[in-house]
């Protein structure tokens, strides 16, 4: 049976928790001086609730239409609005110079679409825009505490660096780190951090 997110968050229980990525909250700093903030593949909405708590102006895109229901919900209970909006981040264009950040919190990608949607993240951002990511590494088959088991949907930090290195890089991390995130995220993890500002033009 081919797998499904829809399916996958079609439950009460949220997965991954409702508490925000502890990158998100640790580099909220680095986003203070943003006002519109986008989520990629942000599932059941945690992190973009978090940072809707925190006054900041919140879009949500994910496929699947039952984590953007849950998005909602945990918005309303938390009296903030996230905007949602369903788009297939292989397939969809999305709005070039829109928002003042993104974020991506363990998009799964396999390894041929992943410069494409980071790409995407870039094009989302204005110049002087940061982007915000955390992703599981390679590495992280021998740990068994979360993500996909197939190597092809996990990252290499040397591409990631490879994709950056037109901008400026403000953190990069590759290692261990504990995410105990729901039911799906249980201990010790091996990832890799990004936090970068677009290139302005000229």
């Known amino acids: 049976m081919k797998f499904s997110w829809h399916d996958r968050f079609d439950t009460e229980e949220y997965i991954y928790g409702e508490e925000p990525n502890p990158l998100v909250v640790e580099q909220i700093e680095r986003l203070r001086g943003c006002n519109k903030v986008v989520a990629f593949a942000e599932g059941e909405g945690r992190n973009a609730v978090f940072l809707a708590r925190e006054g900041f102006d919140v879009t949500a895109y994910d496929l699947a239409e039952s984590g953007s229901k849950k998005t909602e919900k945990l918005a309303e209970k938390h009296g903030v609005s996230v905007m949602t909006k369903k788009v297939d981040l292989i397939r969809d264009e999305v709005e070039a110079n829109e928002f003042d950040a993104a974020i991506m919190i363990f998009g799964h990608f396999r390894e041929k679409d992943q410069k494409n949607v980071f790409e995407k993240l870039l094009k989302a951002v204005k110049p002087g825009g940061i982007i915000l990511m955390e992703v599981y590494s390679k590495e992280q088959l021998n740990y068994k505490t979360g993500g996909p088991d197939d190597r092809d949907m996990l990252y290499d930090p040397k591409n990631i660096l490879e994709w950056c ?15 105990e995130e729901g039911s799906r995220h249980t201990g010790l993890a091996h990832v890799v951090q990004l936090v970068l500002k677009k290139r302005r033009l000229g």
């Open 165 to 179: 290195k037109r901008h400026h890089v403000l953190h990069f991390f590759y290692g261990e780190q504990i995410r």
